[in-house]
């Protein structure tokens, strides 16, 4: 099918692989999680060690919800091991988990879970441009995505609440604007 990491395929072959994924697939669960959400944790404490946290939160939630004999994980820690090992650790019931870096070029059905998650975000990313207007591609390396952060904090003096207030990219951008106030 061509299945392999979401970030070297078209969207449009996204968007078609995506569909017969989930045609295929015996199940397939997609988690959502508001930009507060991710804030009430990575706020508390030290940005990276919360996320990471939280992410093998997440994909332990996944694991208990599909049941899986072997869990393929796309290692956010720098630590595959370490991450693998936290996840273990907040399920009910053993499951051979397999957590590595880059698992979604490695493993075909993390390929494709990848596929799903990216086609997914792609969406929500299209329903907020509807509301909201050009807002870019929502990734911090967008000239576009950071034009439209840049407007609204200058001209609201907030932030929209589809943007964690721990985005890197909010802090520099607020630092930009407090830079140019002050020339």
Known sequence: MGIRDSKLLTPNKRQRLSYAIKRLALKHIILDFQPSEIDRVVLKGKRLH????????????????????????????????RFGKQIREMLSFEVKIISEHHA??????????????????????????????????????????????TNWITEKNSLPDFVRKSWKTVKR?????????LL
């Open 50 to 81: 919360k996320l990471n946290w939280f992410e093998a939160k997440a994909m332990a939630q996944i694991v208990m919800k599909l049941k899986p004999e072997i869990a393929y994980i796309d290692a956010s820690d720098v630590n595959e091991i």
């Open 173 to 181: 951008i607020r630092e930009d604007i407090q830079k140019t106030r």
């Open 104 to 149: 979604d070029v490695k493993y075909v059905v993390v390929g494709a879970a990848s596929i799903i998650a990216k086609v997914h975000r792609d969406e929500v990313i299209n329903d907020l441009r509807e509301r909201y207007g050009d807002l870019g591609s929502g990734y911090s390396s967008d000239p576009k995505t950071r034009r439209f952060l």
